[in-house]
């Protein structure tokens, strides 16, 4: 029996490969794409959930189980995104409270973002006599800044940084002013023994449409420098050139002691130290002007330009 020239046999199998090589890639065509790398900005919808999640738990009044499960939650997520923790635990009365924080960066000067996660024990502000004695949920007045500072965890190029960052997360300030209580008991614990480059301090910035006054006894270096940053990333709508009100919280402890501060804070937001402070009243687009603003701001090393004028 004869057999076929060897050619034809060789352009048959050429044009089976080519065939199956067409059909193979038809159907890579037809799977889905690989996952993209999660972006690393700051992102307002994500920080909206984190206050959520503390809302959920319900008031945290200082020294309470709830404010101690917060503070896990808050541990948990600081873990979670690579981030060393500390823990600084202190009594008031036969209440056990507690600061904790996340750190980042070997060296250079220390530059402090803080809020407080603790919500106040009563609602003394609500318009309704009968509701003052309850506490309040405290969704602006403590989760706000707890997810901003939580999603600047997650978001912040910290490889990028020539300084060291601390996100803290300090106990025992919500209920400042209130008689029968420390006043601002965790920000005069944390400065005991430390005294950061700078610090920034945040309360109160979720609110829907938040505008940002400056504040009148702030470090005008740090916060000019924040609040021109701000503008030229396009939220000059909502800080603001003119001067709010002295507010008497934990920002004023660390400019007691020397520190360089400037606070983040919607001064008039009405529904603090009420019933009505929950998490519907919080808004994504507000917490982003405040959580995009430090991420460019800690990782463009901003502070580095004027960190020797502070000292």
Same mark, same amino acid.
Request: aromatic share 8%; with cysteine.
């Given at each position: 029996?004869?057999?076929?020239?060897?050619?034809?046999?060789?352009?048959?199998?050429?044009?089976?490969?080519?065939?199956?090589?067409?059909?193979?890639?038809?159907?890579?065509?037809?799977?889905?794409?690989?996952?993209?790398e999660?972006g690393r900005?700051?992102?307002?919808?994500?920080?909206?959930?984190?206050?959520?999640?503390?809302?959920?738990?319900g008031?945290r009044?200082? /020294?309470?189980?709830? &404010?101690?499960?917060? @503070?896990?939650?808050? =541990? %948990?997520?600081?873990? +979670?995104?690579?981030?060393?923790?500390a823990v600084?635990e202190?009594?008031v009365?036969?209440?056990?409270?507690?600061?904790v924080?996340?750190?980042?960066?070997?060296?250079?000067?220390?530059?402090?973002?803080?809020?407080?996660?603790?919500?106040?024990?009563?609602?003394?502000?609500?318009?309704?006599?009968?509701?003052?004695?309850e506490?309040?949920?405290?969704?602006?007045d403590?989760?706000?800044?707890?997810a901003?500072?939580?999603?600047?965890?997650?978001?912040?190029?910290?490889?990028?940084?020539?300084?060291?960052?601390?996100?803290?997360?300090?106990? /025992?300030?919500?209920? &400042?002013?209130?008689? @029968?209580?420390?006043? =601002? %008991?965790g920000?005069? +614990?944390?400065?005991?023994?430390?005294?950061?480059?700078?610090?920034i301090y945040?309360?109160?910035v979720g609110?829907?449409?938040?505008?940002?006054?400056?504040?009148?006894?702030?470090?005008?270096?740090?916060?000019?420098q924040?609040?021109k940053?701000?503008a030229?990333?396009?939220?000059?709508?909502?800080y603001?050139?003119?001067?709010?009100?002295?507010v008497?919280d934990?920002?004023?402890?660390?400019?007691a002691?020397?520190?360089?501060?400037a606070?983040?804070?919607?001064?008039d937001?009405?529904y603090?130290?009420?019933?009505?402070?929950?998490?519907?009243?919080l808004?994504?687009?507000?917490?982003?002007?405040?959580?995009? =603003?430090?991420?460019?701001?800690?990782?463009?090393?901003?502070?580095?330009?004027?960190?020797?004028?502070?000292?």
């Amino acid at each position: 029996m004869s057999r076929l020239p060897r050619w034809p046999q060789l352009a048959t199998l050429f044009a089976l490969l080519l065939s199956l090589g067409y059909l193979a890639w038809l159907g890579w065509g037809m799977l889905p794409s690989a996952p993209q790398e999660e972006g690393r900005g700051f992102d307002g919808a994500r920080a909206l959930a984190l206050a959520g999640d503390q809302c959920e738990i319900g008031p945290r009044p200082a /020294g309470s189980s709830r &404010a101690w499960r917060t @503070a896990d939650m808050i =541990l %948990s997520e600081l873990d +979670r995104q690579g981030w060393k923790t500390a823990v600084e635990e202190y009594a008031v009365g036969n209440l056990q409270l507690r600061n904790v924080a996340g750190l980042a960066g070997d060296e250079g000067p220390l530059v402090v973002i803080a809020t407080h996660y603790d919500t106040p024990s009563v609602s003394d502000r609500d318009g309704d006599p009968g509701r003052q004695d309850e506490p309040s949920p405290g969704a602006n007045d403590g989760a706000s800044g707890v997810a901003v500072l939580l999603e600047l965890a997650r978001a912040l190029d910290v490889t990028r940084l020539h300084h060291r960052v601390w996100l803290v997360f300090l106990d /025992g300030e919500a209920d &400042a002013g209130l008689p @029968a209580w420390e006043e =601002l %008991s965790g920000a005069r +614990r944390f400065v005991r023994n430390r005294h950061p480059a700078a610090v920034i301090y945040l309360d109160m910035v979720g609110g829907a449409d938040a505008l940002f006054p400056q504040s009148p006894d702030a470090e005008d270096l740090l916060q000019s420098q924040l609040w021109k940053l701000a503008a030229r990333m396009g939220y000059d709508d909502r800080y603001l050139p003119e001067t709010g009100p002295v507010v008497q919280d934990a920002h004023t402890v660390f400019l007691a002691s020397g520190i360089p501060t400037a606070e983040i804070i919607q001064p008039d937001y009405p529904y603090a130290r009420t019933v009505a402070d929950v998490c519907n009243k919080l808004d994504a687009e507000s917490l982003k002007s405040v959580g995009a =603003l430090l991420e460019s701001y800690l990782e463009n090393n901003d502070f580095m330009t004027i960190a020797p004028a502070l000292k």
